[in-house]
């Protein structure tokens, strides 16, 4: 396995480290439906490490370097995307940064052992499984400045997943979810927001637990929403849909960077949100995404998703301005509010699509950071 995704902290006193894993769908490009075409994308793409086999076979995953800088995220996001995106033209499909396969896909489980296992544990859920995230690490000095970050991040996750809801489109329809991820993600039996655990013993208690229930068959196999690592000092927040442009997964892995440096800087605990809250405004987010409301997690209280952003900003402001971040992020928050974030703009790019084949062309070509779908149907 590749060294990769922040898996130390920085130890020169600076920036804690970051990385990002992006998982990613592969269409046939005439009709837009998934293919179970990995085998062929990953052989083509001749021993990349940054690019591995995910679940499903219609499913890769891309995974940046260990980074001290939002720059390096772009610029390893970027080459990853290009490289995989190349790949998939020589093996005859698209690669995709949705959350769900738009047009539906066939789910045959990538050959893999620890992946049969699981499919074999929870036979009803592959059917409706494959979905793709963008998973956020930031390093950790030790496991318990992690259970504190855990608990900085929990009244949060909301608003990350409204900025990141990238999957409004299952089989061929608009799900009325800005991120139909999230409620079949969440069917999984672990898929859950991280408690406000006390300690690291409370957090390997509730570990231990899943695994023994048979909720999970190994720790890998626990999906809190945010959890720590069990193969990196790091945090992982997992509860962001995989995003439609690059631009997008650098200001999602700038706020969780400054979320836990913040957290853990705090003199007092974070405050302590119920679960019910922090359920209901995930489940806020992923409907309306930023294109609604939103539930302010301090008052219980639906607010403008605008609103809940500008919050996000203020309290992790003192962070992203030591990390020379603000900027950078203010203005990619603006511009997703401006486009509608990802799921926003898949439905502009479905309306004026004519057919499923252009919609995947465009889609691809957004992965890409390309103007627009053009080239990639001229070539179909």
């Known amino acids: 396995m590749r060294h990769w995704a922040a898996s130390c902290p920085d130890r020169r006193g600076g920036q804690p480290t970051v990385g990002v894993e992006e998982e990613f769908v592969l269409l046939d490009a005439r009709t837009g439906v998934a293919v179970p075409a990995a085998p062929r994308v990953l052989g083509a793409l001749g021993g990349e490490p940054g690019v591995v086999p995910e679940f499903l076979r219609f499913q890769v995953e891309t995974m940046t370097g260990v980074c001290r800088s939002l720059a390096e995220v772009r610029a390893d996001l970027a080459r990853l995307r290009e490289r995989l995106g190349d790949a998939a033209d020589e093996a005859g499909c698209l690669a995709v940064a949705t959350a769900v396969a738009p047009f539906g896909a066939v789910p045959l489980v990538t050959a893999d052992a620890r992946y049969e296992r699981l499919a074999a544990r929870f036979p009803?859920?592959?059917?409706?499984?494959?979905?793709?995230?963008?998973?956020?690490?930031?390093?950790?000095?030790?496991?318990?400045?992690g259970i504190r970050a855990l608990a900085g991040l929990r009244p949060w996750l909301g608003v990350l997943l409204a900025?990141?809801?990238?999957?409004?489109?299952?089989d061929g329809l608009d799900s009325g979810w800005a991120s139909a991820r999230y409620p079949l993600w969440s069917r999984w039996p672990t898929a859950r927001p991280p408690a406000a655990w006390r300690d690291?013993?409370?957090?390997?208690?509730?570990?231990?637990?899943?695994?023994?229930?048979?909720?999970?068959?190994?720790?890998?196999?626990?999906?809190?929403y945010a959890r720590l690592s069990p193969r990196h000092p790091t945090v992982e927040v997992r509860i962001a849909d995989v995003c439609l442009d690059v631009g997008d997964a650098v200001v999602l892995a700038g706020l969780v960077r400054a979320l836990v440096v913040t957290a853990l800087g705090e003199d007092a605990p974070p405050r302590r949100t119920p679960d019910s809250v922090v359920l209901r405004s995930l489940r806020t987010a992923a409907r309306h995404g930023l294109a609604g409301p939103g539930l302010d997690v301090t008052?219980?209280?639906?607010?403008p998703?605008?609103?809940?952003?500008?919050?996000?900003?203020?309290?992790?402001?003192?962070?992203?301005?030591?990390?020379?971040?603000?900027?950078?992020?203010?203005?990619?928050?603006?511009?997703?509010?401006?486009?509608?974030?990802?799921?926003g703009r898949q439905r502009v790019l479905r309306a004026a699509a004519a057919t499923p084949a252009r919609f995947a062309a465009r889609l691809a070509a957004a992965t890409r950071g390309t103007d627009d779908g053009q080239n990639v149907e001229a070539a179909q």
């Open 299 to 303: 008052t219980g209280s639906t607010a």
């Open 200 to 224: 690291v013993a409370e957090y390997d208690a509730a570990i231990g637990e899943a695994i023994r229930s048979g909720a999970a068959p190994d720790a890998r196999g626990v999906y809190f």
């Open 163 to 170: 900025l990141s809801a990238n999957s409004p489109y299952v």
């Open 305 to 343: 998703a605008e609103k809940l952003v500008e919050d996000l900003l203020a309290y992790v402001r003192p962070a992203l301005r030591a990390a020379g971040d603000l900027d950078e992020v203010r203005r990619g928050c603006r511009e997703l509010e401006t486009l509608g974030g990802g799921a």
């Open 124 to 145: 009803a859920l592959v059917e409706r499984t494959g979905t793709c995230a963008c998973h956020v690490h930031v390093g950790i000095p030790f496991r318990a400045a």
